[in-house]
């Protein structure tokens, strides 16, 4: 089946560092990537879209200046969390989706702790 | 307001027999729906997906079924193994946009 890699798994740092995570698909061309977000007991709930080559479309209450989303080829997508705080620490995980009507397919998530 | 609604939290069946989950959504908008399986800290492993043009998909032990008058799709396991234990969640999407809707998951314990 399709494969999505996500880098790195698990992240701790200080409060204030800026923080990358990357998206790849490894066995097809990902017109769209997708970033969620999870928190203990909850669902995945969605950040923000990306198409590639153009701008990322952001769910409302997620803000774009703090979570930088770069959709640059049709294999890696990368959101970098800036100045990042305690309270981003979480389960963030991408998707990758090749045409419409297509399953997303997801990596195995980075969970981030900010100390 | 929740979209997508899975109400039963968690499900407990005997190995060899069936499990059934179910999921209900609100947003007549959505035409595409997806099961997926989750284990701790890890991404949602896709199962199988479902178009609303039609009522059923099989594959293999896993079978789909959607009920578009009344909102509702359910996810048929035959026979349970013990290594279905797991998270599975629905979700649902306009199928243009690809944005997925999740329901809160239901947790299928499988026992031997």
């Known amino acids: 089946g399709a494969v999505v890699s996500q880098h790195p798994s698990w992240v701790i740092c200080k409060s204030g560092t800026s923080v990358k995570i990357e998206c790849r698909s490894l066995?097809?061309?990902?017109?769209?990537m997708f970033w969620y977000r999870q928190f203990p007991k909850q669902s995945l709930m969605l950040m923000a879209t990306s198409n590639e080559g153009s701008k990322a479309t952001y769910e409302q209450g997620v803000e774009k200046d703090k979570f930088l989303i770069n959709h640059a080829s049709l294999t890696l997508s990368t959101l970098t969390v800036t100045s990042a705080h305690p309270e981003d620490s979480s389960f963030y995980i991408c998707s990758a989706r090749g045409r419409e009507y297509q399953p997303q397919h997801f990596g195995d998530g980075t969970r981030l702790s900010i100390l | 307001d929740q979209q997508v609604k899975q109400n039963s939290p968690s499900l407990s069946v005997q190995e060899g027999r069936i499990s059934i989950l179910n999921c209900d959504y609100t947003?007549?908008?959505?035409?595409?729906f997806l099961w997926y399986k989750k284990y701790p800290a890890e991404g949602p492993t896709f199962l199988i997906s479902?178009?609303?043009?039609?009522d059923k998909n099989e594959d293999g032990r896993f079978t789909v079924f959607l009920n578009k008058s009344a909102k509702h799709l359910s996810l048929h396991i035959v026979p349970s193994q013990p290594g279905d234990s797991a998270v599975y969640f629905c979700a649902a999407a306009s199928g243009n946009t690809g944005k997925l809707i999740f329901g809160q998951g239901t947790t299928l314990q499988v026992k031997p």
């Open positions: 947003n007549s908008m959505f035409d595409y």
């Open positions: 479902i178009s609303s043009i039609k």
């Open positions: 066995d097809f061309q990902a017109t769209t």
